[in-house]
């Protein structure tokens, strides 16, 4: 493996930890991660707090590193995260539920070899179904708010 992929895969393993410090060396004062539909994460600072809302809500959290293809300053890792949902996360009683969440990362290196963007891209959706949350069926009504009296 090498220096790129590393910290690519550091990068990454962050999620598991919850810590972003341990990254400062690798990572460009310019950082952003970009993962959406969050804000994107600024510097150490704004991945640190990004790391810490994701674990506010799950543990146990595991990566699985399924293949890494690099070109110039470029890594992308194709990975798949297992975590546990913390129960009461979806609601009071909910319980406990552990989801696989596949995603790949498109790391992009400056050419001092810091890590100056990371774009993660994630099934959201399918992290969703498996938390219990359902597709609203077809042709059903939506909410309707009521307007503000002018």
């Known amino acids: 493996m090498n220096e790129h ?3 690519a895969f550091a990068l990454l393993n962050a999620r598991t930890t919850g810590v972003a410090s341990p990254l400062a060396d690798i990572l460009d ?3 952003e991660e970009v993962e959406r539909p969050q804000a994107a994460a600024q510097g ?3 991945l640190q707090t990004k790391l810490a ?3 506010q809500v799950h543990r146990n959290v595991t990566i699985q590193l399924q293949r890494q293809i690099t070109e110039d300053d470029v890594v992308c890792t194709l990975w798949v995260l297992s975590a546990t949902v913390k129960a009461g996360a979806d609601g009071e009683d909910s319980a406990e539920k552990t989801v696989i ?3 790949m990362s498109w790391t992009h290196f400056t050419p001092e070899g810091q890590i100056i963007k990371n774009r993660v891209y994630s099934d959201i959706v399918g992290q969703l179904l498996q938390r219990g949350y359902q597709w609203a069926p077809a042709g059903a009504p939506t909410p309707r708010t009521e307007e ?3």
């Open 53 to 55: 809302h994701f674990h």
């Open 101 to 103: 969440i596949p995603g």
């Open 29 to 31: 004062p310019a950082f």
């Open 44 to 46: 150490v600072a704004g």
């Open 5 to 7: 992929k590393q910290r």
């Open 148 to 150: 503000a009296p002018a």
